[in-house]
């Protein structure tokens, strides 16, 4: 790898001072080479970020320790310091400490200033809301997918007794009367508004109970960190939590659980190149789902205490897969792993059922001499067992189809990730613009990428 530009990392206002690393935006790849050798997972994007909010609900500062150096990490780190939370780097490398001791309200300028493109501002409501009594949501961000509507957020919280209002600026939400415990189901089991709940249940007076809750890993860690802070909550059958409302939390000390999206991205770069990774800190329970497809689809892996290693096991099978909420599929493996069944041998089909809008990175894939075609409105087939949703969509992949360098532009972080592994595949030189959005989710990415021996340079 080789690094052009002048004054690398010190550019970019989220990045300035961290050790995040150079403010590359494009990259010149030199594909055809199988990328090989070991790579770390840190702690999981959509644990650490929710967890570093959870602080906010303490009496005293927490620790939260293996928390990846990403820019979403710093945007939830700044939107924490504008709302007066103290934010240190802790005993060990990769851990914060957090004090909310001085927690006070900020703006909405301040908030929109340090949100960027992130939408971790929502899940501030029912913290902020105990401490302060009013919570500010500028317009959020986070990844070009789809609508991403936060009607789930807003009743819950009105359920919760919360007044929510609507200006030109954003959203100002207050709690004249405090906050009390609710009957909540939600609509569709969603990640975001399962936090919104559990992060405002624990302190409301009386019992909430959730139906059809989200029950991702990063869930049941966040309920983990919850539960050292003081919290009484129990997940019961069905996707139902139970909590019970306590008038005061302490700080945690926690380690956060390995990020399988990383996981899951490498292993498919292995799949997809031809290549041999080790993903050091990958845990096999909570990618047992991701395993399994990848096995089907002529994957190899060998589970060791200290990660998984990942290869092919001879020709790539097409599979079908059905994204679904946990335990289903996840949505952010299928875009990586769509790269590599255009390398398998027959049609695949890619169900994409948690977003409206998450098939739109294939465009650049056939411009790389994919074979895909997006059916807008999705699919019906007899061997499928996800419910239909009105939002899906579906991609026919038929494989396997050379690709070839391209000029493309990242349009989102696991798409684009997907598009990196798709240049290292093909044969030739690609372009591939904007790839500071990867900094949202991969830690390091372009020196683990040199260590697999990745040709690259950053041009721009
Ligand atoms: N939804 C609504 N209304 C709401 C909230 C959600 O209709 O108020 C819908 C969404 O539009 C979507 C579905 O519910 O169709 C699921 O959305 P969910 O709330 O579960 O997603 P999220 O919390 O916004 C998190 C992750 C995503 C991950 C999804 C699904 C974070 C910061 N983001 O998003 O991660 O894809 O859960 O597991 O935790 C990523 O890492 O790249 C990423 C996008």
Redesign the pocket.
Known sequence: MKTLLSDAGSADPVTAGSSLEVNGETLRIRGGRPLAGRVEVKGA??LA??AMVAALLGETASVLRDVPDIS?VQVVRSLLEVHGVTVEEGDEEGSLRLDPSGAVSAHFEEIDAHAGAS??PILFCGPLLHLLGEALIPDLG??R??????????DALRAFGAIVDKSYEGIRITAPHGLKGAKIEL???????T?QVLLTAVKAEGVTELKNA?I?P?IMDLIAVLQKMGAIISYEPNRVILIEGVPELRGYDHRCIFDR?EAASWACAALATDGDIFVGGAKQQEMLTFLNVFRKAGGWFDVREDGIRFRRAGDLKPVMVETD?HPGF???WQQPLIVALTQAHGRSTVHET???NRLGFTAALVQMGADIVVHPNGIDSPDRRVPRRA?EQAAVIEGPTPLHGADVVVP???GGYSYLIAALAAEGESTVRNVGILRR?YEKLFAKLESLGADFDIVG
Not at 147 to 153: E, K
Not at 187 to 193: F, L, M, Q, T
């Open positions: 994007k959509n970020t929710k979403d939408r971790i986070g990844c997918i789809g609508d991403r509507p936060i009607n789930f957020h807003m609509p569709y089991p969603s990640v975001g508004a936090e989200a991702e990063e999206n909420v996840m949505t952010d948690v977003y409206e939002l989102d972080l696991r989710g």
